[in-house]
Every structure is written in structure tokens, then in C-alpha cells.
């Protein structure tokens, strides 16, 4: 979409901007950073802010064109640069690779609570402040062995939640953003159920919490592998699970083994049931 100096861009224009000023900084073989970037589309736009659009701050605007696939974000040094999707990112590790982060893991970089975390290098875990026996933290016993987790902000997964809204269309985007501001428990999730956008959501909330993750691990030194699920194991759990109508089981036992799972789960965390393989028929509403 095309506009001229004098009317409104909206966010397509925007974007299209950002993705042709980046296409040109690579042509020319140099480097399309943020501050750079805000110049050029008031430049364009005079009367351009990030506000227009619902944003806060103008890092959050180029966040939402990134999640839209108009252009590649990166973070180098703390400054925001702006390249063309199809380049590479600069982690060698996040494109290296696949699959989704261990339930630990994920617990301690996405939970809201205050407290510290930290990577256990011997055991090879993450963990919510650990203490020995007597009660001493075990990091002051050996220090080497820990690496302190950076957890994602209450803040800044808001300004995910407020990103994804603004790639959306109205009046869905409309929505989306007065849930944000709505103090109730879920309003947020409960709109994303009512469009059809959870799905969606969850896809952008892993990537961001991996490549917060792995940036992460990158800087301490941490193999991604070892904080990425197996995918042979989760393969392997797929392969011998037996099929419903295999069981033949006396249905007393089926019932016994029911509640006993039962029982167990009553009694797992947020991060185990997290990691519980679960078909996706089952979460349907009956």
C-alpha cells in the first residue's frame, strides 16, 4: 500500500517502509538500525509516531513487524537492527536448533513471580532458588555450578500480548487490546479463545521465549541442546504408547489405573502438567 507525505500511514505503510529501507541498507551493504529507521519514517511520515498505532514504544512497533514476517528483528549489543526475512539470524544457535524448550526450562523464564532462577550446570536444570540440607543456597556452596536465569518480565510479555493485538484487524485488534487493560484473570486469553488466535499466540509466545532463551544460553555458555526437549524421546513415547482399543485390560483396572492418574496429576505442577503429552480430542469441549 501507497501513501503520500500529507495523509495518515497506516501500519501496512509502515511496515512496507521499514522492509524497503532495510532491502536497501543490505543492497547497499550497510546496516538498518532502529534509530536510523524512526528517522527515516518521520522523514517520510512527518506526522509518523508509534502511538498512532497503539505502541507504547517504537521497539515494540518494529516487534510486531517482525511477528508479521515483514522484516527480521535483531537485538545486537541492546540495539535493535532491521534486516530482510529471508537473512539469517545472528544466533548460530537459535537457527541451529529445532524443537520446543523442557518444561523446566520454560517454567523458570516465562513464570511472573519475583524470585531467582538459576541453571544447575552439573545436574543440567533449571531451578527456583536451590538450598542444601541446612538451608544454605547451594551457589554460595558452589558457585561454579550455577548460572543465574534472566527471566522474561511481566512487562515485556504485556508488550508481546500488546504487539500480537496490533498485528490484528479490526475490530478483533480492538478487542484484544481493551482485554490487556481488563483486570480479570484470563480477558486476554478468553478473546484469543473467542477468535479463533490462540493457536497463533502460543506459536509467537514460544519463539520469543526461545530466542529469549537461547540468546540466554548463548551469552553463559550453554548448550541450546541441553535445554531443548529430546525429540528422539518425545518420538519414542509416541511410538509405544498403545492405541485405546489395544487395552484389553478388565475394565476394574482401567477404572483402578484412572483414578490413580488422577491422584498424581491433583499433585503436579504447573511445569509437569505442562509437559504431559495430551491429544488434542481431549481438550475439546463435550
Known amino acids: 500500500m501507497t501513501t503520500d507525505a500529507t495523509s495518515t500511514p497506516t501500519l501496512d505503510d509502515i511496515f512496507d517502509a521499514l522492509q524497503k529501507a532495510a532491502e536497501a541498507a543490505a543492497a547497499s551493504g550497510g546496516t538498518l538500525y532502529g534509530a536510523q529507521a524512526k528517522k527515516q519514517l518521520t522523514h517520510q511520515f512527518p506526522d509518523f509516531t508509534e502511538r498512532l498505532f497503539g505502541f507504547k514504544k517504537f521497539i515494540e512497533l518494529l516487534r510486531a513487524g517482525n511477528d508479521a514476517g515483514r522484516f527480521r528483528l535483531e537485538i545486537i549489543d541492546g540495539h535493535p537492527r532491521i534486516t530482510r526475512p529471508s537473512m539469517s539470524p545472528v544466533g548460530a544457535q537459535s537457527g541451529a536448533v529445532q524443537g ?16 531467582k532462577r538459576y541453571w544447575d550446570r552439573r545436574r543440567r536444570r533449571a531451578i527456583f532458588i536451590p538450598t542444601d540440607d541446612e538451608g544454605i543456597p547451594s551457589w554460595e556452596r558452589s558457585p561454579s555450578d550455577f548460572v543465574e536465569i534472566d527471566p522474561i518480565s511481566m512487562q515485556e510479555q504485556l508488550g ?6 496490533a498485528t490484528q484487524s479490526e475490530p478483533v485488534r480492538e478487542k484484544l487490546q481493551a482485554a490487556l487493560k481488563d483486570p480479570r484473570p484470563g480477558a486476554f486469553k478468553d478473546e484469543l479463545d473467542e477468535h479463533g488466535l490462540s493457536g497463533a499466540w502460543r506459536a509467537l509466545l514460544q519463539r520469543r521465549v526461545m530466542e529469549h532463551s537461547a540468546g540466554w544460553a548463548e551469552r553463559n555458555e550453554i548448550p541450546l541442546t541441553s535445554i531443548v526437549e529430546k525429540r ?23 477404572e483402578q489405573l484412572r483414578s490413580r492418574l488422577r491422584q498424581i496429576i491433583s499433585d503436579m505442577s504447573l511445569a509437569e502438567l505442562s509437559a504431559l503429552p495430551i491429544p488434542a480430542a481431549y481438550l475439546l469441549e463435550r
Open 232 to 254: 528422539d524421546r518425545a518420538h519414542a513415547k509416541v511410538l509405544t504408547t498403545p492405541k485405546p482399543e489395544s487395552v484389553t485390560a478388565p475394565s476394574t483396572d482401567v
Open 100 to 115: 520446543r524448550l523442557r518444561a523446566d526450562v520454560w517454567s523458570t523464564f516465562i513464570t511472573w513471580d519475583t524470585g
Open 160 to 165: 508481546w500480548m500488546g504487539s500480537f493485538a
